[in-house]
């Protein structure tokens, strides 16, 4: 057998690093991941009450994101990526302040929570070592003045390493044999892979099983949810929350019996319970409804991970850390969607294909709500629509980095919701100061100018309704849009999504929790 060598301050830790086989059937792996807020607050309890119990009757495979004590946008993979950017700051050394943030704070934690003297000293070796490695990157990237996508990559990964060390700790302080598994170079270096597409995420599964097999009957795998050196970027090809996703693959690589997804809510909800106290718990999601629900603003779970692990037949649950008797939500598909995946493909839609849930009466399952979106209107200066105008219009949006969210388009006027991750991208300060944020913004709106006028409405969100039974919901998009205007609730822009199981428009962003409110109360609110 072959073995690859980490060396971590003097210590040396021998990973065994097989050749690829055939993996077993019939395993009895679950998949645990657990969300960078849950670790930053509970990582002692988690490893307690969730992975100590799951192992009582599971093989468990735990997947760490990166920790967040308070919110994402200031937890760990936040701050590596403002650090990153400091490197590029003529004359500043935040970042090394940042770094050694970084290492503080998880030394603190682990000195918190680690009861055993000799585990902890490794953990604190470990976690210098991380940081040290982190800081050489940073000033590597400052020296060539570059922050490429790999950069960034490598430069966030560190997060999850830190995260997966703490969890490894804990776990073997109850007595565990848990392994911290890096992902980072689980990709082979030399491979021509260009795409992420299906074969590239079956080998990847094929990967990480094989690695994981390879630790032996007893371990309890930690696993980076970072997972290395995809194509064009971990952060760019696949984005924010790719932690599910690497869950997602590693559930197939094991043909895991179920992906717990382990959030601090008790799964998904009619709309969020932190603004709409009725809201309630929904047993089951499909998983189209999961991925509209997470891209128009209810954190649920990356999309690329339903695709996966629905191919491979395994169920999501959505899980509550705090509450972990609860069932949660599963994420299973409508066998209706399955026949018709099955018929061949064609143009025409076929509106009369039944659901499994025909016979109950039809209701929208959940609403949502997206902030920091700016509506951004070009009313074209030609007086029919010249050709490519749309086109242009998207590629200069696609060149500044700014993702359409909406669109309502008319023959030579064209509004688009847009929305920006970690910054705003305008506001308005009093009646009529617009102030623009963000300078991909500016730089789109200047050469959008070539085009026609240009204006912006910014402090806006879109509020969308989810449900795969909306298709077949007569007179729903009325009632929607009825409720809103009855309680003054102004619309910025309307769109009907092509998918027909989300309905959705933009208003003012101060609005939000209340439009969130009546629009549950009039349309979800029904006899069990
Ligand atoms: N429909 C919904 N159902 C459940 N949670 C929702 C919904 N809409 C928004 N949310 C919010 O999404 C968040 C997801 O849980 P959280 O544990 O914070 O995620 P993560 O693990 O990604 O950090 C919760 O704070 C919850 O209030
Ligand atoms: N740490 C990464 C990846 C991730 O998946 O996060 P979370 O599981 O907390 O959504 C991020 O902040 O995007």
Known sequence: MLHETTQVNGHIDLVPHCRERDLPGGTNWIVQKFGGTSLGKFAATIADDIVLTGLK??????VCSARSTKTKSEGTTNRLLRAAEDVLVADSRKYVDMVEGLRIDHVTVGQETIDDKDILEQYIAHVDWECHNLLKILESARFLKAVTNQTKDMVISVGEKLSCLLMTALLQTKGAHAVCVDLGEIINRRSTVVALDNEFFRDLAH??????????????????????????????????GYTDLCAAIAAIGLQALELQIWKEVDGVFTADP???PTARLLKTVTPA??????????EVIHPFTMDQVIRASIPIRIKNVMNPRSAGTVIYPDPADTVSAKTPPGLFRNRSATSVLSTQPKRPTAVTAKSQITVLNVHSNKRTRAHGFLATIFSILDQNGLSVDLISSSEVHVSMAIHSENALLATLHGEDDLQIQSEALQRAINSLKAWGDVDLVPDLAIISLVGRQLRGMSGISGHFFNTLGEHGINIEMISQGASEISIGCAIEEREVTRALNVIHAKLFTFPD
């Open 57 to 62: 009757e599971h093989r468990v495979a735990v």
């Open 289 to 298: 409804e999961a991925a509209e629900l997470t891209f128009y603003g209810s």
């Open 207 to 240: 990967l990480i099983g094989t690695k994981i097999l390879a630790l032996g009957p007893k371990a309890v795998p930690v696993l980076t949810g970072f997972f290395g050196k995809v194509p064009g970027g971990l952060l760019e090809q696949v984005g924010r």
């Open 274 to 276: 932190r603004k709409v």
